[in-house]
DNA sequence: CTGAAAGCGCTTACAG
DNA sequence: CTGAAAGCGCTTACAG
């Protein structure tokens, strides 16, 4: 079934078959009828390639997700896929984990044909502002490293400032009396925001004279069941520690189950602090004391930027978030 | 930058180039190399429109997910993400809420001119053999109610048995010596695999001599915060309940916080058994006593079927994979 | 209000 | 091993 079927069965042109499919308001009212009638008789659904060959418009959104698919990620992708199906786009979601992520944005975007892209994680510190030149789509990054904080105009960012948020979280525990303070990040190779959460980690611990130390770097990959294990070794190596700061609220979990197993006690032997504000450090018991994310607000603000971005109301914009460190039960003030 | 213009720059025709993109074994090195160099040098990417126009081939595989995106279906979806992409197709993602999954469905695989689908969640009661004639697309359903099992020949299901899963849970209870004992369930109105693993409850209620209580289902709304609110209430009415039964790791979570926040304790106060076998569970503390679904297997086979069913290797299977009851340290044995 | 025709960027017999 | 040409199913000026 093509347009050229629909318009010999109704007796019409595929000029005006086009006009029905497309709602274009000159064609005579009876000719609309017969040819909707023909289409829904058949069945005919037009074939979207044609389409997009012809039109620009490919009403094509891609998602792009570096590395992990963690709940965080998870609970953002659900926000952002409801709204762009009621918007009447395609949501085509990639993973990928190739160290070069502006190549595979661009890669992605033309591939597909993208109108709208979203980038979940990964690491943009290459960018510049022609790397979008002649592609014609709407960027919103989400979450990624983007060092320099020029006013991009050629994409738009959505972020936290996630230096300043470790950098609190590490200050928080220092505060607390604690000197010997651990980090753990995700993968030895991570340039993402794991980069840019150690910097401010580093920052703090050297502002308050505390000597850096690079066996102090535990790497958790982002997962519950590696970071119960890298922790549970770095303890036992290192009983003077008493502090780990996870840059992760999984991690953290395994962290806190490591010191559990270890027949230590969270909070009294061992301090966590996580990071995300996922739920499970809500509920977790303890409660584990996190840097808490605003995911909702992030996702809502990057779909509708998104949008006003495609419907050209607005200017790119670069929009920082708030956090907020929310107090668990899972920190020992030492005196 | 089009396939024209590649075959310009190179000095070949337009079929040439072509062939290099798809890798055709009859093109002389040396021009293959030339032209690699040149798509190289000015980034072409083909247009994937015109491409589908005229293979028939879409390579276009859609991932429809039904209700809530919660940990369990973010790692499955992980898993297929990254196999999808490795064979050169195209992931859509789609995620609804409506009553009528099969429909759904249909319009879906038409709209995107799906050539291979897996559904995740939902209820296909309805379905029939021929509910997917003339549609020419390989159909792989994944933890799906769908109650009588038939050798249907148009689809593909890989599931569990979730009924008997829930029967075990409840049995494991009883033989422990728990009587009172409540389930917590996902929506009232779901009509997915919640009803299939309520089914198993109940039996397992009624085949030792209790009496079924509907006033002992908690809904739970498949959500650690929902779940935590509802047990809240619950247990301060319910107080001869010892156990409760949540059909998912994250409700049973947010019941296990319910209980020590009532000045309980898991276990001794209340026995918890989960549902899917999630890291979580294992990384609480208590471990949470739970049936694992081995999810790696599920998305790895439902993954592989879908391309044999593709390639043609294949008839459509019917595959039930093996539950595991998990034992934490979240159930009290009665005498 | 309607139709014939060009053309979107590819792939693929076909001929050499 | 290579190229010219037809055609995939649409949309859209253009002419009427």
Chains 1, 2 share one sequence.
Not at 163 to 188: P, Q, S, V, W
């Amino acid at each position: 079934m093509t347009i050229t079927d629909i318009a010999k069965l109704s007796g019409v042109g595929v000029s005006t078959v086009s006009r029905v499919i497309n709602n274009h308001p000159d064609v005579k009212s009876e000719t609309r009828e017969k040819v909707l009638s023909i289409i829904k008789e058949y069945n005919y659904v037009p074939n979207n390639s044609a389409r997009i060959l012809k039109q620009s418009n490919t009403k094509n959104i891609g998602i792009l997700v570096k590395g992990v698919f963690n709940p965080f990620f998870s609970a953002i992708l659900k926000n952002i896929s409801t709204s762009v199906e009621a918007s009447g786009y395609t949501m085509i979601l990639q993973h990928h984990n190739n160290p070069n992520d502006l190549d595979t944005l661009v890669g992605f975007i033309k591939e597909k044909k993208l109108q709208g892209v979203i980038c979940l994680g990964g690491n943009f510190i290459d960018i510049k502002e022609e790397s979008f030149d002649d592609l014609d789509v709407a960027i919103v990054l989400l979450c990624v490293n983007l060092k320099t904080q020029k006013a991009w105009n050629s994409f738009s960012t959505i972020s936290i400032a996630d230096d300043i948020a470790a950098y609190e979280a590490t200050r928080y525990l220092i505060e607390n009396g604690h000197r010997n303070i651990a980090i753990m990040l995700g993968d030895r190779d991570d340039l993402g925001v794991g980069l840019i959460r150690y910097e401010g980690y580093k920052r703090a611990i050297e502002d308050n004279g505390i000597e850096i130390r690079e066996d102090y770097i535990i790497y958790g990959e982002y997962e519950v069941t590696k970071a119960y294990e890298k922790a549970t070794s770095f303890l036992k190596e290192n009983k003077e520690v008493t502090a780990i700061f996870a840059i992760s609220d999984m991690m953290a979990i395994g962290v806190a189950k490591a010191v559990v197993n270890l027949g230590l006690k969270i909070r009294d032997d061992i301090s966590i602090v996580g990071f995300d504000g996922m739920d499970v450090a809500k509920y977790y018991e303890p409660t584990i004391t996190t840097i808490k994310q605003p995911k909702d607000e992030m996702s809502k603000m990057s779909v509708d930027l998104l949008f006003e971005l495609l419907n050209g109301e607005t200017q790119h914009k670069h929009i920082l978030l708030d956090i907020e460190l929310v107090e668990g039960n899972s920190i020992k003030k030492i005196n």
